[in-house]
Every structure is written in C-alpha cells, then in structure tokens.
C-alpha cells in the first residue's frame, strides 16, 4: 500500500530533550516536505526537499533541523525542544514539485 | 509576502444546501492552488487543483476556479452530503516549491 508513515504518533517530551521524528514514503516520491498544525494557524511549511541531499527553509524553520540521506527518509529533529513547538506534524510527500502532497497520518508532539 | 485568507468557520449546513468557501491569496510571481480536504484524525487529502488563471479544478462535486483579477480560489459545492464534513484548507505554491495554507474552514452537514 502506498503511503506516508510517521513515528511516533503520540509523544510528549521535556524542553531540552532532543527528539527525532521519523517520516518514510515507499512511493519512490523526489519531494517531501514537514509541517506544523496550529489551531489558528493552519499548516505551516518548516521545511522542504526537492531530493537526496537537498533541503529548503520553510515558512517557520526556526528550532527544527532535516537531513535527506536516502529518498524515502525525512526525519524531523528538534535538537532542544521548547514548549511552543508542542503542535501536529505532518510529513507529506509528492511525486515531484509538490503538485499533488501526500500527507502521512500525524505527529502529536507535547512540550512540557 | 505571501499567505492565504479563507473564511473563518465552523460552517454549518443543512443536507443538499449550497456550499461556498472563500479563499483569497497574495503571492508573488504565479502560484499554483489547491483545495486541501482533512476528515477527523486523519492527514489532509487533495481535494482539487488550479495550476493557472481562468483553469477550473473540480473533483466529487467540488469546484473551484482560480480568479487572477481577484486572487481569489473560491470552493463551491451544489449539494453537500453529510460525508463532506470535513476540515478545507486552501493553499498555494509558489515556483520554488514552497507551500502556503490557509487556517482551515472547519464544515458539519447535518441531516
């Protein structure tokens, strides 16, 4: 089944404690792209890449590192996690400029 | 800079009733829309899409038709069925493939 998987789906850390998000495709997709979910706000685009090795400043990069070593793999860090990043976060992919975004199903992160 | 405006919520409908959404952009250069569909506990799905001026994108019933004159990207639905309940999102991409969404229009058909 083609999809987008996110992991953890649930988490809740302390400030300062670094964590990672882990975000895999297995549709082959060049683009993927992670955002937060605030009441309010809507999504918000923190990062994004165009492929392997290629990644781009969102709306709202501040406090959150990516790394695209392999094409399937997105993972989101936040190396000192601090209370206002508690929000959802979705990873979404696209077969290439972002045309058509799949969204994995959700990251509820909690920073106490 | 850019961003997308819609219409605040929660809407609520009756079965069958006319519905529309407005959603206005501001960009730089000539984005592509979209209309973004979120169904409870679950990651958004396309709904439809407008890649350039005067293009109509239509999908289940859903129609939207991208206004350059105004900047507009307005949802409409004939008639609405409960299963349409549902969160909206307009959003735009720009040329270098950054995206921008809307707050969500959050929609309840009721019987």
């Known amino acids: 089944e083609a999809q987008v998987t996110q992991n953890p789906r649930y988490l809740i850390t302390v400030t300062g404690k670094k964590l990672t998000v882990t975000c895999s495709q297995n549709m082959n997709h060049e683009y993927m792209s992670w955002y937060r979910q605030d009441p309010g706000l809507g999504l918000r685009q923190i990062y994004y890449s165009m492929n392997v090795e290629a990644t781009d400043k969102g709306d709202v990069p501040e406090g959150y590192k990516v790394s695209r070593k392999e094409k399937r793999n997105f993972p989101l860090i936040l190396e000192s996690p601090s209370p206002n990043q508690t929000s959802l976060y979705f990873c979404a992919s696209s077969p290439s400029g972002g045309n058509e975004q799949f969204f994995g199903p959700g990251t509820r992160l909690t920073v106490l | 800079g850019n961003s997308v405006t819609q219409m605040e919520g929660p809407v609520t409908l009756s079965e069958e009733a006319f519905l529309t959404i407005n959603c206005t952009y501001t960009?730089?250069?000539?984005?592509?829309l979209f209309w973004y569909v979120q169904y409870p506990g679950e990651g958004l799905q396309l709904l439809l899409k407008?890649?350039?001026?005067?293009d109509k994108g239509s999908n289940k019933g859903f129609e939207a038709t991208y206004r350059k004159e105004t900047t507009s990207f307005h949802l409409e639905k004939g008639s609405v069925q409960v299963s349409d309940s549902a969160v909206y999102f307009c959003a735009l991409r720009l040329i270098g493939n950054q995206f921008y969404f809307g707050t969500g229009t959050s929609l309840t058909v009721i019987p």
């Open positions: 407008a890649t350039k001026a005067d």
């Open positions: 960009a730089t250069g000539y984005p592509s």
